[in-house]
């Protein structure tokens, strides 16, 4: 019988993974369907239940859903249970086990952005302080980095994280409207974990708008546009600063659940082919992804 994988979120319409997931079971010739699955999320607490009596036998979660999923399956692993946001579920006897790949995800495809751009910084900032931003500081403080400032909106999100993350004494957090003022003459390297939908102006991307190019090594955001690049990869590239957008990530942190669901290795060069043929304004993707 066919297996049945598939993705949560909501919106879920513009997202990547079916076409890369299903190029993924189809190149390695398993008989399996990965769909979008738009849940309600006023009704996401119970439906989510829906997909264990569909017999589906694994899921990737999205926005809103990461944290739902941590507290619906029955065993949380690795360093989901530490993040608390699960965005790879897998059916094993009976019982769903949660995970998280995007840690992973970001850490190799921030390492392979950094070793790329070559550019020194010992500074890194991150944007946001939601379910990615703590993706990020934990992939960040495996990667050994000494200094970290978050800046985000709400002051209320700054503090929680403050709580999770008050033994790591090199994270400084901050309210994003502060961020000129605490550049301090350092250059900085940038990661984007604000919401997209945050800066509905095309070509503006208001956090960085009045930071000088000088401050900025480089600019890796998690976001990434289906029709055309994110304002805040505009901004990078219309100052000549090293950028990456979250396609990269996108494509390790969705190879690493094929890898939990199937238990083989993922055939990443075929999933970052089929990425790239469904976002045909990337024309340089394959070259950016080197796989
Ligand atoms: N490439 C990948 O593989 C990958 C993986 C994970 C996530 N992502 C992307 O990362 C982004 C964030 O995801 P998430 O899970 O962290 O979302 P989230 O938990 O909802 O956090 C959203 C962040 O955006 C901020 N924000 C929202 N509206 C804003 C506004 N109008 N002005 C300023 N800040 C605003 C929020 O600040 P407040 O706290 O003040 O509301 C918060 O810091 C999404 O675009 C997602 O697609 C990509």
């Not at 993706?135 to 400032?149: I, Y």
């Not at 900025?216 to 219309?238: N, P």
Request: net charge neutral; proline share 5%; with cysteine.
């Amino acid at each position: 019988m066919k297996a049945f994988f598939g993705i949560i979120g909501h919106p879920v319409e513009h997202s990547l993974s079916p076409c890369f997931q299903q190029a993924a079971f189809d190149a390695c010739g398993i008989d399996a369907a990965y769909v979008p699955m738009n849940l309600d999320p006023l009704r996401a607490e119970d439906t989510i239940f829906c997909l264990k009596e569909l017999g589906v036998s694994g899921f990737n979660v999205t926005l809103p859903f990461k944290e739902l999923a941590y507290r619906k399956v029955d065993q949380v692993l690795g360093i989901a249970s530490k993040i608390r946001s699960v965005n790879t579920v897998f059916l094993k006897d009976g019982k769903w086990e949660g995970y998280n790949t995007d840690v992973s995800g970001f850490v190799k495809s921030y390492s392979v952005f950094l070793e790329k751009s070559s550019e020194p910084a010992d500074h890194f900032i991150v944007l946001g302080a939601g379910g990615s931003a703590r993706a990020v500081l934990e992939g960040l403080a495996s990667m050994g980095v000494s200094s970290v400032s978050v800046f985000n909106r709400s002051l209320e999100r700054v503090q929680s994280l403050l709580k999770e993350f008050s033994s790591e004494k090199y994270i400084t957090l901050n309210e994003l409207s502060k961020i000129k003022a605490s550049l301090d003459g350092k250059r900085w390297h940038i990661i984007n974990t604000l919401s997209r939908n945050a800066f509905p102006v095309q070509g503006a991307f208001p956090p960085l708008e009045t930071i000088e190019k000088s401050s900025v090594a480089s600019v890796f955001d998690l976001s990434y546009g289906r029709e055309g690049e994110t304002e805040c990869v505009a901004w990078a590239k219309k100052r000549g600063v090293p950028f990456s957008d979250g396609l990269p990530m996108l494509l390790f942190q969705g190879a690493l659940s094929f890898e939990i669901w199937t238990g083989i290795p993922a055939p990443v060069k075929e999933m970052a082919k089929a990425m790239a043929k469904a976002l045909p304004y990337r024309k340089d993707l394959m070259d950016q992804l080197s796989v």
